[in-house]
């Protein structure tokens, strides 16, 4: 079953706009990690982040975690073409498992 | 490093059919993953191993979905018989222990008609 719900589900932006994705979760965690899915391809890592940390970046990329809340977000800043793929944002717990939430559709116009 | 290597990449196959699919993780990682991706349930877990031992496998949507880690090099999810509604993309994915991130391969891309 799936934690993590995204918002919004799709998102059209102008290159050059900033992105924003958000995902809540259900259950406690011990890190939250976001990847990217381009169309007929793999996930892609893209950036964990742990229950007692409260920003992290990487390069384009700024995510936040509330665990009071249950939400995090991930930012990126002036968004490329080559940014248009699915963001999952995937929980992680006590066990190994990474629990994947629905997914963003970015699509990103030149 | 090739990465998560899969195969087939693509399999069309009737119902009734058994279906093997393979994955080879990346060396060195010692946890191993299947998902399953279709557009009504999205990514869920099938089942993981451990230094190839099986760890959880309540995932496994039924008794016709079996999966096996011989070695650390080498996994296979089988299903057999196949049913049209098992249709989706199977996904492979590796991470050495201790690590959080989970490295995904291409995906074996199912059609059961």
């Known amino acids: 079953s799936q934690q993590g719900e995204e918002d919004p589900q799709a998102l059209s932006i102008q290159e050059g706009e900033n992105a924003t994705m958000n995902c809540s979760y259900k259950t406690s965690i011990n890190n939250l990690q976001w990847y990217r899915q381009n169309s007929g391809r793999g996930l892609v890592h893209l950036i964990l982040?742990?229950?007692?940390?409260r920003e992290k970046h990487s390069g384009r990329l700024r995510v936040t975690l509330d665990t009071s809340k249950k939400s995090s977000s991930l930012l990126i800043t002036a968004s490329r073409a080559a940014d248009t793929a699915s963001y999952f944002c995937a929980t992680g717990g006590d066990t190994d498992k990474l629990i994947f939430g629905t997914g963003t559709r970015l699509q990103v116009f030149p | 490093d090739a990465g998560v290597i899969q195969s087939p990449r693509h399999e069309v196959t009737e119902m009734g059919q058994e279906v093997t699919l393979r994955c080879k993780p990346i060396s060195g990682h010692n946890s191993l993953f299947w998902y399953r991706q279709t557009m009504m349930r999205g990514l869920e877990l099938l089942i993981y191993f451990n230094n190839n031992v099986p760890i959880d496998d309540s995932g496994m949507p039924e008794d016709r979905f079996s999966a096996k880690m011989p070695n650390a090099s080498f996994s296979t999810l089988k299903i057999q018989p196949s049913e049209p509604r098992d249709s989706a993309v199977y996904f492979c994915?590796?991470?050495?222990?201790?690590?959080?991130?989970?490295?995904f391969g291409p995906g074996t891309r199912l059609l059961v008609l």
């Open positions: 994915a590796s991470r050495a222990q201790g690590g959080g991130t989970q490295y």
């Open positions: 982040i742990r229950s007692n940390e």
